[in-house]
């Protein structure tokens, strides 16, 4: 089997009676097509481009990495729930289950703090594929249809689903309040399952309401990858009392404001996350949060899906023993790697041509002494990285044929005596011709000095 085609099936156990089979038709990319008995239908699919006939295929939309499937139907035995992950090489896949386990029951906790001091919440989330998402809730203890989303300067969630107390105040422990931790997924469609619960006793501070000094509850880690056009969230929970301003900056440039998520808002966790929307390679860079005598540096790297930083590659006609010159100049981070293709087919298992040259890491293709028969035809250009490719169609038109004039074969000029003439004699050919001046008996054109000029 060849890169080009991959095959893999999975078998169902016997009770459920599916079938499963994947096929897929590669060029840098993974493009498949599901099937679940009559249950699941394809869900990607591949397609030549229907401007050409020539090379491989490519999408004509491309779908998110990770598709789920889940079948309505009543019965749970007649539910399985999978996903197929393809990596670059098309000969390997992973058949997970797509669930979400409960959470283990554990009985109602009771903590006791002391006002004004700093407080975090652990909760242990559930299995699941894909990997849950932990939020917290308010919930009353006597009333439990009774939720509430906790939307409080001083009390902050964390990226790992921990639940922060900056400074613990009074209220935070009033009767019938209960904090609870749950799990949401894309298996629930915007449910979630309920988890841990807690009850706070909160203890007056002896010697009155004093100020509590800085103390670092978390911060997001030094090194950050964040896709093009998704949002960059960095936190930097601080606790003290009175809850800390926290400064944000770019070391290495100016901070985005104009993309940046308003610091006194909910959605920035009231200053202790820094939130920037459409972040774009530009964004990159080292970020500071500051609190106090804290300071904590974030390297934030952007990757971007190729582009085309000029166009795709154009159109090139040439003469026979020419150089044509084809640019596939593509950005994204990573680097994308550049292939390149003759008719549908790599180049390089086109045989070995000294005449082609690949230039700037194989972003220019350079075809010197052209030849009609073997160079014309379309050449495909490929620019992919980890999250995507850039394709694109050229046509290579050489061109051979006899001198043909351009102008009229006998022309006559009507100058005056002892003034200066210019005859012209436009001709085309390829490869380019070869163009002399002779007299009417087809002898070479003396040139006098200072009279006769060819140019």
Not at 253 to 282: C, H, W
Not at 313 to 335: F, I, M, Y
Not at 403 to 425: G, K, Q, T, Y
Request: with cysteine; proline share 7%.
């Amino acid at each position: 089997m060849g890169m080009g085609d991959a095959l893999s099936s999975f078998q169902i156990p016997d009770k459920f009676g599916l079938l499963c089979h994947s096929a897929c038709n590669v060029m840098s990319r993974i493009v498949c097509v599901f099937c679940l008995s009559s249950f699941l239908l394809a869900v990607c699919s591949s397609a030549t481009s229907p401007q050409s006939k020539f090379g491989p295929p490519k999408l004509l939309e491309q779908s998110p990495p990770d598709v789920w499937y889940q079948i309505d139907d009543p019965s749970p035995l007649l539910r399985p729930r999978l996903k197929c992950r393809a990596t670059e090489n098309a000969d390997s896949y992973v058949w997970l289950r797509n669930a979400l386990e409960h959470f283990v029951p554990r009985p109602l906790r009771e903590l006791s703090v002391v006002e004004g001091e700093s407080l975090t919440l652990q909760c242990t989330p559930p299995n699941g594929h894909p990997q849950p998402r932990i939020i917290w809730l308010y919930r009353d203890i006597e009333d439990n249809s009774v939720i509430e989303t906790i939307r409080k300067r001083h009390i902050i969630e964390d990226e790992t689903g921990r639940l922060h107390f900056l400074a613990v105040e009074r209220s935070d422990g009033r009767e019938g309040l209960i904090y609870e931790c749950a799990a949401t997924s894309p298996v629930l469609h915007d449910e979630y399952r309920s988890g841990d619960q807690f009850k706070l006793k909160v203890e007056p501070k002896r010697g009155g309401s004093k100020a509590v000094s800085i103390k670092k509850l978390h911060t997001s880690d030094s090194q950050i990858t964040v896709r093009a056009g998704d949002t960059l969230k960095l936190q930097c929970i601080f606790a003290a009392k009175p809850v800390p301003t926290v400064f944000w900056s770019k070391l290495d440039g100016a901070l985005p404001t104009d993309k940046m998520k308003d610091t006194n808002s909910y959605e920035s966790d009231f200053g202790q996350s820094l939130v920037i929307e459409r972040v774009n390679p530009d964004d990159a860079g080292r970020y500071e949060c500051k609190a106090g005598h804290f300071t904590h540096t974030m390297n934030v790297r952007v990757e971007a899906t190729p582009f085309w930083e000029n166009g795709p590659p154009k159109d090139v006609e040439e003469a026979e023993e020419n150089t044509a010159e084809l640019e596939c100049l593509a950005g994204g981070t990573p680097s994308p790697i550049t292939r390149w293709y003759f008719n549908g087919r790599p180049l390089h298992e086109t045989g070995e041509d000294t005449r082609r040259i690949l230039l700037d890491n194989g972003r220019i293709l350079r075809i010197q002494q052209l030849n009609h028969d073997l160079d014309t035809g379309v050449y495909q250009c490929n620019a992919s990285n980890p999250l995507g490719y850039v394709f694109a169609n050229a046509f290579v038109s050489v061109q051979a044929h006899a001198p043909r004039f351009l102008m009229p074969a006998e022309r006559i000029w009507r100058v005056v005596l002892h003034s200066r003439v210019l005859l012209d004699c436009s001709v085309e050919a390829a490869p380019t011709g070869i163009v002399r001046w002779v007299d009417a008996d087809d002898r070479p054109l003396q040139i006098v000095n200072g009279k006769t000029k060819v140019s």
